[in-house]
């Protein structure tokens, strides 16, 4: 469907087009007819899928219609400064015609800009829940004008242990409010909180909709733990990969693989909570522009950061948890593009594989042991899948 189908404002619409954006995503589809009714949502979808316009544009939309009332009119709660602010640039985008105004409050930054800032008359505030709930309870700012309210990537907040939090902020707002909430996976406890915060809520869940997933390779190389650096070196030469985020678990790893990558040549930067929140936005800055061609992570990468055209995503060390190396991979094959996703596994990791396998599909899942540094563990019933050639090896199942 044609996305200036939609009754929203021209300054919206002119915004949409510059920006390239025409056609409705499934989640901006199923969604957004149900926001602009101003009923309560609880949407499932994988990353990569449009979220943030299919919440975006309602909001705005309601915001240009209500321009002359004061106060803070709509509320989103994310669980990171990176998707926070990711989300406060798609604002910009959109309103570059109107005079909507907009703030973003997180962690990390100066509470006095922060307060100043709050000091101006917003119509939208995006914010992480722990700085947010401090300036409320401070009387900085007040959320009893809220007339919608969303929680972005909500599986990822209560992950983090924001329940509380929420549970705070939500006593600020007004009884009468649109609430929706947005996730990549509906575990039990997002079910939980979807029952708390929604009246009546519609439910969308494209996850389990197959043909609503990205379009991602699924790789795997078996590897000595020993030889994973010089696999990497090696996929990434011969395989011409020229951009790609390498997740690895710590953040002592992901010093250590950037400085080996960068000694090999290669333009790699590490990403991880350790590193200040300005360093950290310089490192997201530069790998976005191309300065930067190899960003290696911890999972603070993996959720809710969008990376155009990018097409690869090594997992250097694979995660505990299969959602996990979901999220991670849904970095790649956004908007409907292609994507690559590449797994190195030791002996040690297998546990962690099989989880994997059964959540993408095993049929879905090449297995490579035949490579330059092959390392060809025994796991009952595995396929075997010899690549005789590099060529060979990137064949998709």
Known sequence: MKIDTLQIDDSLKKALAEGGISEMTPIQEGAMPILFDGGDLLACAPTGTGKTIAFLLPILSRILLRSGRRGVKALVLAPTRELAIQIGREVESLCRYNDIKHGVIIGGESVEEQIFMSGRSLDLVIATPGRLLHLVQENIINLSSIQMFVVDEGDRLLDMGFIGTIRKIVRFLPRKRQTALFSATLLSDTEDLAKELLKGAKRIDLVSDKASAPDIAHTVYYVDKQNKMNLLKHLIK???????????????????????????????SALHGDKEQMDRELVFRDFRSGRVKILVSTDLAARGIDIPELEWVINFELPNEAETYMHRVGRTARAGASGEAISLCSNAELRFLKPIKKLVGKSKMKIVEQHPFSYAPREKGEARNSASSIGKMRERS
């Open 238 to 268: 011969e395989m011409g990969i020229e951009r790609a985020i390498v997740f690895v678990r710590t953040k002592y790893d992901a010093e250590k693989v950037a400085s080996d990558l960068y000694r090999a040549g290669l333009d790699a």
